[in-house]
């Protein structure tokens, strides 16, 4: 897909940080192309709380901005946390969604953001129902950190902040359009995908 143009690029979330970090990396590949957002429905709860929810939350938004604004490619960024014997992570899955080459199936691109651990006083909190986000507005007296700094941000005092964390994941998310020819050989993981989504429990 890189060698040709794109005219659009759909971004599932109004939120600005998501849309620049999609914007920074494409831009890089389509510098022809228009990046816009739009509201998608994830299909999984407002906080994600392990790896499939949070895919399925991505793949879900990429495939609704893609079909709603008729564009050439979708994005869906679902942040999320995984709780571990090691403490809970933060993170962020980022799907990439274009009509596979036969039309049968949406071809999806996966990549995720790197994870730090949330201080395990946050961490009580979340697992007790909180909302990452405003939970974080509330204890760093902010608004809307979700749609600037992060808590990746926060807790990095600056030196990573929420859309470069993403940028990472829209960047790994984009390695099968990018490099075709070594994805194209096989499309197991096209068929595989929608057949989980078809069966999972997060819709």
Do not use: C
């Not at 998608?40 to 790896?51: C, F, K, M, Y």
């Not at 749609?147 to 994941?169: C, D, H, P, S, Y």
């Amino acid at each position: 897909m890189s060698q040709f143009a794109l005219r659009q690029i759909a971004v599932g979330s109004l939120n600005p940080v998501k849309i620049a970090a999609v914007r920074n990396v494409t831009q890089q590949i389509w510098p022809n192309s228009q990046v816009i957002g739009l509201a998608a429905a994830s299909g999984v709860r407002s906080q994600p709380l392990d790896d499939d929810e949070a895919i399925a939350g991505a793949i879900n938004r990429a495939r609704a901005a893609r079909t709603t604004a008729g564009a050439d490619l979708g994005f869906g960024l679902e942040g999320h946390v995984v709780d571990t014997p090691y403490g809970m992570f933060v993170s962020a899955w980022v799907a990439a969604a274009a009509v596979a080459p036969d039309g049968a199936a949406d071809l999806v691109g996966l990549g995720a953001a790197g994870r730090f651990q949330l201080p395990e006083w946050l961490a009580r909190e979340v697992r007790n129902g909180a909302e990452l986000g405003p939970l974080m507005d509330r204890t760093f007296h902010g608004e809307n950190t979700k749609q600037k700094q992060g808590a990746v941000g926060i807790f990095t005092n600056g030196l990573m902040e929420r859309t470069e964390a993403l940028q990472v994941g829209v960047t790994f998310a984009l390695t099968r359009f990018i490099n075709q020819e070594f994805y194209n050989r096989s499309t197991d993981n096209v068929y595989s995908i929608n057949a989980l989504l078809r069966g999972g429990a997060h819709g």
